[in-house]
């Protein structure tokens, strides 16, 4: 279902981009509602897809509300009339108050969000109120327009406010919500200031994008905080490994038939003293005996570490380390299963990065120098 959902999301994207463009060039009703009624589309979808994955079910109710409302304004706003916009008007109005309850229910209540609001709402009135470029023809829709940018700043100051949670659904709302703005801010350009062509391409242009982005915000929220973006680095991150990988310095490991041959690659590396990292039953049973007997015939020197457990942990690499550096070793040589070769691997990464803990060398490329002969 997952993938089918993300195909219509790519669909209706699609649809709306083609109709947008086309309202661009040519302004025509039909494509205003079938572009209202792509994003109307996605959220109706994602929502479905937000019940499905028993997600909290507060946001996916509000958020295809007010796609609703906004569709309705926008296919009532093409028509120029002063009663027409102010029913347009309100229709966006409550769309934005719906919004905004569901940010608030999602992410909570701070005053910051209110200050923030008011940091948007204050120049925004002022500009309104004060600028020359604007006649609106009348006291009545001067009003209008301040009493929506208030509406609105409580929406986009709530949404920017949230980005403080650091997750990628707070960061797409904050998005849509702030080219929402744009938009309405270019709307108000085009009919009732001085300059109109380029107003009104960029209020299309931020208009269709902003409510895709907040309809699809419901997959975000459907997906119990899953990073979607992090997500989406991560594939873009492995594909170009994947591309590196033939051009990266790994070296491939070099296979000993026997323990008796371990001593003499040692040597032709000239070294003096290993470290055998290992657990308690594999020495227990005394199956390093074997190898140390090697070493000490070849005259090698070795220390066993027999301290690892499975899944070796942090401290375990650090006592490695301390017998590793107070018997003055110089190679590892990891005895046993993945356990032992593991945190011979962690001993190596602390001596070749000894400013760093193991938790900061987790994942790819972390460890850029070379760690003693394994």
Avoid at 79 to 97: M, P, Q, R, Y
Avoid at 99 to 126: K, N
Wanted: aromatic fraction near 10%; proline fraction near 5%.
């Amino acid at each position: 279902m997952k993938k089918t959902v993300y195909l219509l999301n790519f669909l209706l994207l699609t649809a709306l981009v083609t109709f947008d463009i086309m309202l661009i060039l040519s302004p025509a009703l039909w494509l205003k509602s079938a572009a209202s009624a792509c994003f109307a589309a996605v959220a109706l979808v994602n929502c479905f897809y937000a019940f499905k994955n028993k997600a909290k079910k507060t946001f996916p109710i509000l958020m295809p509300i007010g796609c609703l409302f906004a569709m309705a304004g926008d296919i009532i706003n093409y028509n120029s009339a002063e009663i027409w916009f102010i029913i347009g008007t309100a229709l966006f109005a409550v769309a934005h108050i719906i919004y905004a309850a569901a940010y608030y229910f999602t992410f909570g209540f701070r005053p910051a969000d209110l200050i923030v609001s008011a940091v948007i709402f204050v120049p925004s009135a002022l500009f309104i109120t004060l600028a020359p470029i604007f006649d609106f023809g009348g006291m009545l829709m001067e009003i209008v327009c301040v009493i929506y940018a208030l509406i609105l700043s409580l929406m986009v100051g709530k949404a920017i406010a949230d980005i403080r949670t650091g997750t990628a659904l707070a960061a797409l709302l904050a998005i849509g919500s702030v080219l929402f703005y744009v938009s309405d801010l270019m709307l108000l350009l085009n009919m009732f200031g001085a300059v109109h062509t380029l107003p009104r391409i960029l209020c299309l242009a931020t208009y269709y994008p902003a409510q895709f982005l907040l309809a699809f915000s419901l997959i975000l929220h459907a997906e119990k905080g899953v990073n979607f973006f992090k997500r989406l680095y991560c594939r873009i991150f492995q594909s170009v490994l994947k591309l590196a990988l033939p051009l990266l310095p790994y070296k491939d490991p070099k296979i000993i038939e026997k323990i008796t041959e371990v001593p003499a690659v040692l040597k032709s590396n000239k070294k003096t003293h290993a470290l055998i990292v290992t657990d308690k039953t594999i020495y227990g049973l005394g199956l390093t005996q074997p190898l140390q007997n090697a070493l000490k015939e070849a005259g090698v020197a070795c220390t066993v570490y027999h301290g690892a457990v499975a899944n070796p942990t942090t401290d375990n690499a650090e006592e490695a380390l301390k017998i590793y550096k107070s018997e003055g070793c110089d190679c590892l040589i990891g005895f046993g299963g993945g356990s032992p070769m593991d945190c011979a691997k962690c001993v190596g990464a602390l001596i070749a990065c000894p400013k760093k803990s193991l938790g900061k060398m987790s994942g790819i490329l972390k460890v850029r120098k070379a760690i003693p002969l394994l």
